[in-house]
């Protein structure tokens, strides 16, 4: 079977994106998801993106980890999948979707960049060596010196892998501030079992979290990750964090045909 694709990025976070309104793909077979993610015998990307069609908005975005099984939310990958639906004419500048935490709005601004809803978050969980929360994907945050240097996959591999998660696991997030709305973002992340060049849903929750400890008090902040820059904005109410947004680029890098 000759499988069509398009490849994109959102600040270094890479995606393989399928159109399947049709249905065709073989959702249930992990190990073709697994090729095609695998930089070596596959497309290479961090992981892949079905849009659908969804009957109550304007489609639907199932995300699979690059291991090749299904996930939670994926921040960048949303607004990747948003750049890919106006590149087929599904939308212009505006759309709604849905996703596995419930439904987005999103904007694409000028220059590429996209404006992605987030879900609401009501609980912030503040312990004292870090914070953990959901931002459609589940987060550990914490502080560290050294950025540069900190080995991210040992580190996080051990915290994802910990008790504090059982077999579920944890994004593991590790953060360094460099001014009062400005930080520094390394990620390790589950299902790909490595750091990834940025994590949209760890920009979100570093974010939040750095805003819930006091460490700003600004509700707009700039999160630098190895892929580029992002920026998330929010507003605090006494249900939590709501309006969330995260906003970054999203590029088209190449497409092609692929047997499966």
Do not use: W
Not at 235 to 254: I, P, R, S, W
Request: hydrophobic share 35%; aromatic share 10%.
């Amino acid at each position: 079977m000759l499988l069509k694709f398009h490849k994109y990025q959102g600040t270094g976070n890479d995606f393989v994106m399928i159109d399947n309104r049709h249905n065709f793909f073989p959702k249930d077979n992990i190990q073709v998801i697994e090729k095609l993610c695998d930089r070596r015998f596959g497309i290479g990307a961090d992981g892949l993106i079905l849009l659908e069609n969804d009957l109550e908005t304007d489609f639907r975005m199932v995300y699979y980890n690059s291991d090749g099984n299904e996930s939670s939310m994926c921040g960048n990958g949303g607004r990747c999948l948003v750049a890919f639906a106006k590149s087929l004419n599904l939308i212009q500048d505006k759309t709604s979707f849905i996703a596995t935490d419930g439904l987005h709005h999103a904007t694409i601004l000028e220059n590429g960049i996209v404006s992605l809803q987030m879900k609401d978050v009501d609980e912030v969980k503040i312990e004292k060596e870090y914070i953990f929360l959901n931002t459609g994907s589940p987060h550990h945050v914490t502080l560290v010196n050294d950025i540069e240097n900190y080995d991210v996959k040992s580190k996080g591999s051990e915290i994802r892998y910990s008790d504090l998660y059982g077999n579920a696991g944890s994004n593991v997030n590790f953060v360094n501030q460099i001014s009062d709305n400005h930080f520094r973002l390394r990620t390790y992340e589950r299902g790909v079992e490595d750091e990834t060049l940025s994590c949209g849903t760890g920009a979100t929750a570093t974010a939040i979290a750095m805003n819930a400890i006091g460490k700003t008090n600004s509700n707009s902040i700039f999160i630098d990750v190895e892929g580029g820059k992002l920026k998330v904005s929010f507003e605090k109410t006494n249900k939590g964090y709501e309006n969330v947004f995260l906003e970054g680029a999203a590029a088209f890098v190449f497409e092609g045909i692929i047997e499966i």
